[in-house]
């Protein structure tokens, strides 16, 4: 029942996918009418990767499929809300591993003229977790704040993650916090606008899912390719470094790992 709700969750994405943007050239249609008038943006992505990297911590070593799928508030003088719902799912079974994984997810962002203000919850349900209590499934729940710097060079980006989720039911019980950085550099190729992308992030782990202090650091990079209006392809590459907690062999046990994938996303 999992796997088919997961595969009927992707067949339903990849069907927007393919059929929306026939209905492009119909900008007089019902919902582009709606969304246009009432300012919401309805978007959806999926992500292949050749493995499940999280924070440091890989949490699938077989290729998975991540799709997702976000409603946005109209941009007011009072901030704009999202919420979605993100997917994991294994496409293997080549390991002991099983990650499938559904997160609920809810943003509030205030923008001023350079910065940005966000604050939200996440809730994880695991499906495949075993939590020590004997409850049949696993979750944890997530509060976050963050400041993004718009205008500075490379929009560097500072979050805090706190898990309060109980460890015997799955939860992470700790904290994380990340500065991330990204930059874009466009340029045009067989009259397509395209551009090269690089991110990067250095997050600090307290006792989140394992014992003492830790943390992570990546890179990544990737070329975004306009497919058709509103969807565009992005192949990427990444690698991940953990320390700390995250990779001492009698705690996380964390490896350097180099892993790529390709992420599509539409915006309604």
């Known amino acids: 029942m999992k796997r088919f709700k997961t595969g009927l969750f992707l067949s339903l994405l990849f069907g927007v996918f393919m059929f929306r943007p026939l209905q492009a050239a119909d900008e007089g249609g019902l919902l582009d009418g709606l969304l246009s008038t009432s300012g ?34 109209p941009e007011s003088k009072f901030g704009r809300i999202k919420v979605g719902i993100w997917l994991n799912h294994d496409l293997q ?5 099983r990650s499938s994984e559904t997160d609920y997810l809810f943003d509030y962002t205030y923008s001023f003229p350079s910065i940005a203000l966000s604050t939200g919850f996440t809730y994880y349900d695991f499906p495949d977790a ?10 944890s729940r997530e509060v976050y704040g963050g400041i993004t710097f718009t205008k500075l060079l490379l929009s560097p980006a500072i979050y805090y993650y706190y898990d309060f989720g109980k460890k015997e039911d799955g939860g992470g019980e700790g904290s994380y ?28 782990n307290n006792k989140q899912y394992y014992r003492g202090k830790g943390g992570d650091a990546a890179l990544g990079a990737g070329v975004t390719i306009p497919l058709l209006k509103n969807l565009n392809c992005k192949p990427n590459i990444n690698y991940s470094v953990p320390w700390g907690n995250i990779s001492d062999k009698n705690n996380g046990n964390q490896k350097n790992r180099l892993y790529g994938g390709v992420y599509m996303n539409y915006v309604f």
């Open 40 to 73: 919401i943006e309805v978007s959806g992505d999926v992500a292949f990767n050749s493995l499940y990297m999280w924070r440091g911590i890989m949490l699938d070593g077989d290729a998975v499929v991540q799709p997702g799928f976000y409603v946005r508030s």
């Open 93 to 97: 079974n080549k390991d002991s591993l």
């Open 130 to 139: 075993a939590p020590s209590d004997g409850a049949p499934r696993g979750f």
């Open 177 to 204: 916090t990340v500065l991330n950085l990204s930059h874009s550099i466009p340029f045009v190729m067989r009259k397509l606008n395209m551009s090269l992308d690089f991110s990067g992030h250095v997050g600090y």
